[in-house]
């Protein structure tokens, strides 16, 4: 396994992070869920990314049951804040000072950590001054309850925002988390030049974009079972943008570069990512161990140029650049 510094600060990552979005406390029983943490750990993952929110706060509670007796000075435990997780009274939601200070302490209890590595804004407020998120943000990285903060699907110019406040209030703000993958790279064009700028990496999420980019799923054929496509819990949804013919078609496409540099259809995804040098770390999730175990493998691959342009040649226009889909996916007011 290579680590990255996240953002320029002294933390080291590993640049393939366990993520367990829709799988812990959902799609995969519990036993399987710790079978993939294990295997994570003895692959040389150390860090592992959560959400208060990930199957209404079960998601945490599984990993941290799964890493507890870890040695926790070996791990980096990052997770976020944002969306409902309670009986959604009117302050549950959102980066308020109250909802930020009662998050961070649910999200410790459930993860059996003193403190975690870093504290995201899972995504941008409108409703709530941005001066009082950071306040909030500062009070819980001087109470020792986070090392450093992180954002998720903000906008470059709402990066700079934080940013500046962070710096002013003498907190580090060093990670932004976006979705990022061969099909969907609306980052490149301002999000990573203004994060490059200001010292801050990506840490993406869906590098296989949700499992399509395995190859696994082709068009016209029944859909494998127990995939995400087939999880009534909220995977099948989530991955529908991906499952049109014209994308699975092209994703097929990429099985020759793979092929060409040894590599299975994920670990080549994941590898895709990690050739931008302003991603730190890719996102992956997985519903088996052996899946980590494959994915892994992408740690430390150098793609050549020439097959970089084969991958855009494959892909074609189904690949979504525009940088405005980052504000047009975006929350327009708290949820509740
Ligand atoms: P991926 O694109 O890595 O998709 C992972 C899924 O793909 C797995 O659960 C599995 O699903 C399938 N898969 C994985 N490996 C293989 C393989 N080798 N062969 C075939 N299929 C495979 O990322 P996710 O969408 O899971 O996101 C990763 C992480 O990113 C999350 O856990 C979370 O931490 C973060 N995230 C953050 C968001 C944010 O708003 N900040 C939003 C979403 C995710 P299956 O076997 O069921 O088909």
Same mark, same amino acid.
């Given at each position: 396994? &290579?680590?990255?510094?996240?953002?320029?600060?002294?933390?080291?990552?590993?640049?393939?992070?366990?993520?367990?979005?829709?799988?812990?406390?959902?799609?995969?029983?519990?036993?399987?869920?710790?079978?993939?943490?294990?295997?994570?750990?003895?692959?040389?993952?150390?860090?592992?990314?959560?959400?208060?929110?990930?199957?209404?706060?079960?998601?945490?509670?599984?990993?941290?049951?799964?890493? &507890?007796?870890?040695?926790?000075?070996?791990?980096?435990?990052?997770?976020?804040?944002?969306?409902?997780?309670? $009986?959604?009274?009117?302050?549950?939601?959102?980066?308020?000072?109250?909802?930020?200070?009662?998050?961070?302490?649910?999200?410790? &209890?459930? =993860? &059996?950590?003193?403190?975690?590595?870093?504290?995201?804004?899972?995504?941008?407020?409108?409703?709530?001054?941005?001066?009082?998120?950071?306040?909030?943000?500062?009070?819980?990285?001087?109470?020792?309850?986070?090392?450093?903060?992180?954002?998720?699907?903000?906008?470059?110019?709402?990066?700079?925002?934080?940013?500046?406040?962070?710096?002013?209030?003498?907190?580090?703000?060093?990670?932004? #988390?976006? #979705?990022?993958?061969?099909?969907?790279?609306?980052?490149?064009?301002?999000?990573?030049?203004?994060?490059?700028?200001?010292?801050?990496?990506?840490?993406?999420?869906?590098?296989?974009?949700?499992?399509?980019?395995?190859?696994?799923?082709?068009?016209?054929?029944?859909?494998?079972?127990?995939?995400?496509?087939?999880?009534?819990?909220?995977?099948?949804?989530?991955?529908?943008?991906?499952?049109?013919?014209?994308? =699975?078609?092209?994703?097929?496409?990429?099985?020759?570069?793979?092929? /060409?540099?040894?590599?299975?259809?994920?670990?080549?995804?994941?590898?895709?990512?990690?050739?931008?040098?302003?991603?730190?770390?890719?996102?992956?999730?997985?519903?088996?161990?052996? #899946?980590?175990?494959?994915?892994?493998?992408?740690?430390?691959? !150098?793609?050549?140029?020439?097959?970089? !342009?084969?991958?855009?040649?494959?892909?074609?226009?189904?690949?979504?650049?525009?940088?405005?889909?980052?504000? !047009?996916?975006?929350?327009? /007011?708290? $949820?509740?």
């Amino acid at each position: 396994m &290579k680590y990255r510094y996240l953002g320029n600060s002294g933390l080291k990552i590993s640049e393939i992070t366990y993520g367990n979005w829709l799988t812990h406390g959902s799609q995969v029983e519990n036993e399987v869920a710790n079978d993939c943490v294990r295997k994570a750990l003895d692959v040389g993952i150390t860090t592992f990314d959560t959400a208060d929110v990930y199957a209404n706060t079960a998601a945490e509670k599984v990993l941290g049951k799964a890493l &507890k007796g870890e040695r926790r000075e070996s791990l980096e435990i990052f997770t976020k804040v944002y969306w409902p997780t309670g $009986p959604k009274g009117p302050n549950d939601s959102g980066l308020s000072r109250k909802h930020i200070t009662e998050s961070i302490n649910g999200s410790l &209890k459930r =993860l &059996k950590t003193d403190y975690v590595d870093l504290y995201q804004a899972h995504r941008y407020d409108t409703e709530t001054p941005l001066e009082e998120t950071m306040q909030a943000f500062a009070d819980v990285v001087r109470q020792g309850k986070a090392l450093y903060i992180g954002v998720s699907e903000w906008t470059a110019d709402q990066i700079r925002a934080g940013h500046a406040l962070a710096a002013d209030l003498g907190i580090q703000l060093i990670s932004s #988390q976006p #979705q990022y993958s061969m099909l969907w790279r609306v980052i490149e064009g301002e999000v990573v030049p203004t994060c490059e700028e200001l010292g801050i990496s990506q840490i993406v999420w869906s590098p296989m974009a949700q499992g399509v980019l395995s190859g696994k799923y082709r068009p016209g054929e029944d859909l494998p079972e127990g995939s995400r496509a087939t999880d009534t819990k909220g995977g099948a949804n989530t991955i529908k943008k991906f499952m049109t013919d014209d994308i =699975l078609e092209r994703v097929q496409q990429l099985a020759p570069v793979a092929k /060409e540099l040894d590599l299975s259809m994920s670990q080549l995804a994941i590898a895709w990512v990690l050739q931008n040098d302003n991603v730190a770390a890719a996102l992956v999730g997985a519903s088996r161990p052996e #899946q980590v175990e494959e994915n892994v493998k992408a740690t430390g691959v !150098k793609i050549p140029a020439d097959l970089m !342009k084969q991958i855009d040649k494959a892909l074609g226009n189904v690949v979504v650049k525009d940088p405005k889909e980052t504000a !047009k996916n975006a929350p327009t /007011e708290r $949820p509740s």
